[in-house]
């Protein structure tokens, strides 16, 4: 377990909660309004630039946040002390991701045909050879833009700001909010595991590193798994 600062900096973490608690409400307000997902937005270009424009908006955001800081430290920007213990528990944490999520959705299939994954309209339906660029550029988006800068908020800062408050807190904390920034409802119980359990990995390597290739895998996986029809 990762050894506690001392240094607390309760403005910076005001800062952190205001800049996700907006990103929420954005994430919410968007998800009840009555513009549907289009089917296809895997395969558009506007949705890659404006996952950019957002990625790079939220960077510069957590950059201000953390300005006079040391970034390396507060963004928890080194390795693992064992990479191959780091990998060994992100894999197990990537299987508890999977056996919790495969839980829910026996839950769910109780009271009806309630599919979280179709819920966020990320993942398409099915493969479209003829828009192989745009599709290209929307999985480097969503398997390495995605998870570096939401790690980053989440496991990165928003953990490190709430350490000093004990690993619990910092854990739990982050979790629940970096389930609630997605803006969904049905998702919402396994995106919060989601964050716990790569909050969990977070403190037990004091790296950001082992949670972004967590991240990563598992966001190439839905996209593979959805393309080949599965």
């Not at 790079?56 to 928890?76: C, D, E, N, T, Y």
């Not at 002390?81 to 109780?110: D, K, P």
Request: glycine residues 10%.
């Amino acid at each position: 377990m990762v050894v506690q600062t001392a240094e607390r900096h309760p403005g910076r973490l005001l800062a952190w909660l205001i800049f996700v608690g907006v990103l929420t409400l954005l994430a919410y307000a968007a998800r009840l309004s009555d513009t549907d997902t289009p089917d296809d937005l895997a395969y558009r270009w506007s949705s890659s630039v404006a996952a950019l424009v957002q990625y790079g908006i939220m960077l510069g955001v957590l950059l201000l946040i953390a300005r006079g800081l040391p970034k390396r430290q507060l963004f928890a920007l080194r390795p693992p002390r064992s990479w191959g213990r780091a990998l060994g528990l992100a894999a197990l944490s990537l299987g508890a991701i999977y056996a919790s999520a495969f839980a829910y959705e026996r839950v769910l299939s109780v009271f009806g045909n309630w599919d979280p994954t179709d819920e966020q309209g990320l993942v398409p339906d099915g493969w479209d050879s003829s828009r192989v660029a745009p599709f290209v550029a929307f999985f480097v988006v969503v398997t390495v833009v995605a998870p570096a800068v939401e790690e980053l908020t989440y496991r990165g800062l928003g953990v490190s700001l709430f350490l000093p408050w004990g690993s619990l807190l910092a854990i739990g904390a982050t979790g629940v909010l970096f389930g609630a920034a997605h803006g969904l409802l049905i998702a919402l119980p396994i995106l919060t595991v989601f964050g716990l359990v790569v909050g969990w990995l977070r403190v037990r390597t004091d790296s950001v590193y082992p949670g972004m290739a967590l991240h990563a895998t598992f966001n190439a996986i839905a996209l593979v798994v959805s393309v080949a029809g599965s």
